[in-house]
């Protein structure tokens, strides 16, 4: 090393020439420590589930004894315990957990609450953030459980009926195509782990098999075709007393790549019939009456044509859409209007029916719609029933 510093011309003191020499050795090994093979192993998150016997591991068995079939007509849930373990040689502090789970599938709380997820047109997958406390995750540790979230639970959407939009916007319900139970119990779930510190990130895959016999579901019979009568200025609503809002409820609805989003606002009837308000981008679209509550639409009303009157009406007999049903349903004694026994057409300036509440759904999940005025004179106005 002296002999070739000499030829460069470097004339060093050997004192000097050692001290290069070091700085030489040390700048290497830093190298190798960061960049190279000297580097320290990082931190390796893996993710997982509970299965059968309380055994945690990436690819599980879901107990079918937990799972709860009845917890909706069209949604059987499934409890997921989640819980982290570290594979590496350094603790980690994930900050955030991102699940992409099948569009079949949603993610939901103990309680029913569905979380916020995001999705992109024809993409297979929900996307979920859930954050994290940022707890350290040491290596060769028992898995960790998630405390945060502690036992979230996969709802299997299955409808009875899809949703379509005719031209004109209006929904119409048709039978849901058969399920293939078998292929729907086999679920990959993708994870990536995300924290502040370099070298938290970390992603893979988690396998859940669930129980097919719990997502068997016999397809819906198709409904029967009935008349439709055309009545300008609108249709005549059948007797309905006074209403109550029972609630409301944003619903994705149809095929899940290409979900339609509406909006469904119920009103409670006196005698303790159901009366359904549905939305297509803020507009009220059509009306579903079950005014004997048997969970069976006997009829509908709904606007052809846009101009904010509802001319078209047919008897109905299918099934009432589980997923139009708000979350709870809580009176609000506040909001009852009373409408006209016998609504009919007038002349003059106003020539409409007698209307229902004007109310307006929210475009927020969670967040209530404005109240209805409580001036029963309102009903002859257009608006948003």
Known sequence: MFDILRRLGMRLSRGL?????????????????WIGPLQPVPAELELLAEGEYGRFGTAVRLPAAKADPAGSPSAARFPVRLAVRNDG??????????????????????NGRVLQGQRTP????????????GETILPGE????????????????????YCALTGDGVPEFVPAPVYDAGQLAHIQVFYSFAGEQRGVRQTGVLRLQLDSALLHREPAATPPEFPVTLTEPAAALPELGSLVRGGFRDVECGDPLQPIALQSVLW???????????YHRGVPRKYLFDLNADDVVEL????PDGDGDLEARRPARFALPDYLMPP????????????PEAPTATTGADTVPARPPTVSPADTTGVTPPRPPPDTTQHGQRGNP
């Open 328 to 339: 709870s349903i809580e009176p609000e004694g506040a909001d009852s209007v009373p409408v």
């Open 142 to 161: 028992a898995p960790t459980l998630l405390t945060t979230i502690d036992t979230l639970w996969l709802a299997a959407v299955l409808p009875e009926y």
């Open 17 to 33: 020439a050692v001290l290069v020499v070091l700085l030489m050795a040390a700048t290497g090994l830093a190298a190798a420590f």
């Open 268 to 278: 409670l009837t006196a005698s303790g019939g159901r009366f359904f308000v549905l």
């Open 89 to 110: 040689a350094r603790g980690a502090q994930p900050r955030m957990l991102a699940l992409s789970v099948p569009a079949r599938y949603r993610l939901t709380t103990g």
């Open 300 to 303: 509908e009303l709904w606007d």
């Open 122 to 133: 024809n993409n297979p997958l929900v996307r979920y953030r859930i954050g994290l406390p």
